[in-house]
């Protein structure tokens, strides 16, 4: 269902509660290297605006002690782009902490609406809120020197 408070998408780009968690987001998760809207003609379709996130996955898997899927360092060494709806698309058997991540970081985007120190005029419009939307590498990303695929090395 549309929404009741549509924006356009240079408005929602230039929204106060966007820009900070924007910047939020890139401050807290250093893996995350930037934050857009890959569909600018869904800004409207739902009340929750869906945001793209770009990450390092390298850089994750590291913080995390993750181990990255054997196709995202694949298509990563052929020099494509990936992307995909979940974070834990990209590991293997990390179970539920990516879920868990996540999670944290929409009750952040969450709480920054809810926030009294965003004036409501500087805040998105009604019910509108920002919400994680897919997960892209970003591009260019290369495999570090130093990575060791455990799972290619131990067969």
Same mark, same amino acid.
């Given at each position: 269902?549309?929404?009741?408070?549509?924006?356009?998408?240079?408005?929602?780009?230039?929204?106060?509660?966007?820009?900070?968690?924007?910047?939020?987001?890139?401050?807290?998760?250093?893996?995350?290297?930037?934050?857009?809207?890959?569909?600018?003609?869904?800004?409207?379709?739902?009340?929750?605006?869906?945001?793209?996130?770009?990450?390092?996955?390298?850089? !994750?898997?590291?913080?995390?002690?993750?181990?990255?899927?054997?196709?995202?360092?694949?298509?990563?060494?052929?020099?494509?782009?990936?992307?995909?709806?979940?974070?834990?698309?990209?590991?293997?058997?990390?179970?539920?902490?990516?879920?868990?991540?996540?999670?944290?970081?929409?009750?952040?985007?969450?709480?920054?609406?809810?926030?009294?120190?965003?004036?409501?005029?500087?805040?998105?419009?009604?019910?509108?809120? !920002?919400?994680?939307?897919?997960?892209?590498?970003?591009?260019?990303?290369?495999?570090?020197?130093?990575?060791?695929?455990?799972?290619?090395? !131990?067969?």
């Amino acid at each position: 269902m549309p929404t009741d408070h549509p924006l356009t998408y240079e408005e929602l780009i230039d929204n106060y509660e966007f820009k900070v968690g924007k910047r939020i987001l890139i401050r807290e998760y250093p893996w995350i290297k930037d934050v857009f809207i890959k569909s600018p003609d869904d800004v409207n379709r739902y009340n929750l605006i869906f945001i793209d996130v770009v990450i390092d996955p390298f850089e !994750l898997a590291q913080e995390k002690g993750w181990r990255l899927a054997n196709y995202i360092v694949r298509t990563i060494e052929r020099g494509d782009d990936f992307w995909s709806p979940y974070l834990s698309t990209y590991f293997t058997g990390i179970g539920e902490e990516s879920r868990e991540l996540v999670n944290s970081m929409e009750k952040t985007l969450e709480t920054l609406h809810k926030s009294p120190a965003i004036p409501q005029e500087m805040r998105l419009p009604g019910h509108r809120k !920002l919400n994680i939307g897919s997960w892209y590498t970003e591009p260019g990303t290369q495999v570090p020197t130093d990575y060791v695929d455990w799972a290619n090395e !131990l067969e």
